[in-house]
């Protein structure tokens, strides 16, 4: 299904579960293509979680969707690194050889709802049967039992359960399927407020029980806060920032995470009491970016090097920004 990709499944640099480098994905035709998602390079240490930022149309879910090998990549290679004694990959609904799994925002996308829950969860364990025999009900009951599903629900429809329960089984099916790297796409915006925690709990201790690497995209910086080592921060296409969460929560580089988290009370104190920084403007039109840094249009700190000279990652740093004047904006928004 890919164009020009390498895929395999041995890491690039050891210890990470996923490396990805330039990768490109593009919608449209030749003559007015959309690069959605423009030349990424990251990589997520085994049992770690990537958070993934951006304003909406900024290319997260693409990006997550490509790297789970669900959408056609133009270039560059996504590599997922295989844990030791992994089985060999039995789910037969999600991509790369059911390397990866995903969590959608809707539940629904992932179940099916004629099915009772057990048989979802226990689908992956049955690949290749079109009707999964009841001698796997047992792991799945367990398997839901993990997740806070009792087994007087194993027999319920995805309907018959509150959008917090059926969450809970995708998690459970996506354990199920063994997969090393699970990518969430915004798995608990739909949900309660209530409710949001303790699936996010469950998300955080199945990573730590179960050796899971998630690639995890929200709105929500408090979700982000709260599940991710590393965060990513996604501009038209492109990684604009990334480092430890702490570091880009606190202490972000890049104009446009200061004003991604000025926008948000919880984390933003600091950055308020700062420099308060709203984000003017729409996103520019995906087809016709900005010519050198894409934020420049945006951007109250914009000179001119930054309509001709697309800034990029200096190397090996571990809090890294495309910015051109970063320094300066850091000391002039500090009293
Ligand atoms: N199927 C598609 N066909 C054409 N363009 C698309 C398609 N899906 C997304 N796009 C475009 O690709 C760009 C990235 O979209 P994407 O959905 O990946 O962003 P996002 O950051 O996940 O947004 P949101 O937070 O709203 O989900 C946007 O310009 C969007 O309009």
């Known amino acids: ?17 996923l490396s990805v480098k330039d990768l490109v994905v593009t919608y449209g035709n030749r003559r007015d293509p959309l690069r959605a998602v423009d030349g990424v390079t990251l990589a997520v240490p085994r049992g770690q979680a990537l958070g993934v930022i951006g304003e909406s149309g900024s290319g997260k879910s693409t990006l997550v969707m490509a790297i ?13 690194a295989p844990r030791d004694g992994d089985l060999a990959p039995a789910a037969r609904s999600v991509g790369r050889g059911g390397q990866v799994q995903v969590i959608f925002q809707d539940p629904m996308l992932a179940l099916s709802p004629s099915l009772p829950i057990w048989r979802s969860v ?5 690949p290749g049967n079109l009707r999964v025999p009841a001698r796997f009900r047992a792991t799945a009951v367990e398997l839901l039992g993990q997740v806070g599903i009792g087994p007087e629900l194993a027999d ?7 959008g917090g329960q059926r969450q809970r089984v995708t998690i459970a099916r996506a354990v199920a399927a063994q997969a090393p790297l699970i990518m969430c796409d915004e798995p608990v ?27 995890f995209v929200s709105h929500d ?17 492109k990684l604009v920032e990334l480092g430890p969460t702490r570091a880009v929560l606190r202490e972000p580089r890049h104009p446009y995470t200061q004003a991604l988290i000025s ?3 919880t984390v933003s104190l600091q950055a308020r009491a700062r420099n308060r920084t709203l984000l003017p403007g729409e996103i520019p039109d995906a087809r016709r970016p900005p010519s050198g840094c894409r934020f420049r249009t945006r951007c109250r700190f914009a000179q ?7 800034p990029t990652f200096g190397p090996g740093e571990a809090h890294q920004v495309a910015c051109h004047f970063w320094p300066e904006i850091k000391d002039a928004a500090t009293p």
């Open 221 to 237: 910086m408090t979700s982000i806060a709260r599940i991710a080592d590393q965060v990513g921060v996604m501009y038209l296409g």
């Open 189 to 215: 915006a739909a949900l309660d407020i209530s409710l949001q925690a303790g699936v996010l709990r469950l998300l955080d201790e199945m990573r730590r029980t179960r050796d899971l690497t998630y690639v």
């Open 68 to 80: 789970a090998g669900l959408l056609p990549t133009t270039s560059g290679t996504v590599d997922i």
């Open 304 to 310: 001119d090097r930054c309509a001709v000279e697309e």
């Open 263 to 265: 926008a948000v009370p």
């Open 156 to 162: 319920r429809r995805p309907a018959q359960l509150s």
């Open 1 to 17: 299904m890919t164009a020009g990709v390498e895929e395999t499944v041995a890491a690039a640099r050891v210890g990470d579960a």
């Open 122 to 126: 226990a689908e992956p364990l049955a």
